[in-house]
């Protein structure tokens, strides 16, 4: 039965005849042979979405405003760019590099937002003028100048005095939660250390690549 229903679901794949050998690749150019293969797919009905394809990664600074156990905290505008990323696919990485102490650290995670009473406290806490900066930013929209945006925070001010700027309603924060934390510690002979700590898969950790740590995590030393 287990059988069946296995080979029920296999995909037909293709036979040899299709077998994408170097010697059988029509053209030795990758978007020429993207073209070909493009036209291919387009030009066949059961496709839907031929020019469907994986949004382009971006990245971008932000401070991190704190971290504890439960992961690392940053804020922002949710209807930014990378807030709108951050709804379609809720993971991120971030990365430190601390280069008087050649130390790097690198953490992966899924990221949540915070509720918006964390915004406020950290919002009242911001300087006046930073207040202001992010009640007059439509962050990432397209703005005619500098001078447009000027005006909106004069107007701001004139409007709210110190202390009274309220939080911009889709301002707040998120919490990376890791799954994967790796520090790197650079050295003169330049055999660079890595160490990175993960949550362990199935039979993890063996003793040999992979240890115990604490709180669940293991870790494994990588080639640099
Ligand atoms: C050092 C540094 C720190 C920054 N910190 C923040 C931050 O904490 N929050 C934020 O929204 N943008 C911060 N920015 C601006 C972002 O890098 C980015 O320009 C902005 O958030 C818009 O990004 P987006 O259009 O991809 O959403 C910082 C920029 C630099 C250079």
Redesign the pocket.
Known sequence: MIRKLCLGMRHPYHDKNDYFLEDNIEVKEPLDLFHKWFQVVKTDTRTVEPNAMDGYP?A????LKGYSKEGFI????YS????QQLAENPRAALTFYWEHYSRSVRIEGDVEKLPFEDADQYFRNRPYQSQIGALCSD??KSVSSRNEIEQIASQLKEKYKEGEVPRPPLWGGYILKPYTIEFWQGQTDRIHDRIRFRRPKTDEPDGILTHRGEDGWIYERLFP
């Open positions: 971006s971008r600074f932000v401070l940053f804020f922002t505008h930014s760019r990378k807030g962050q990432s």
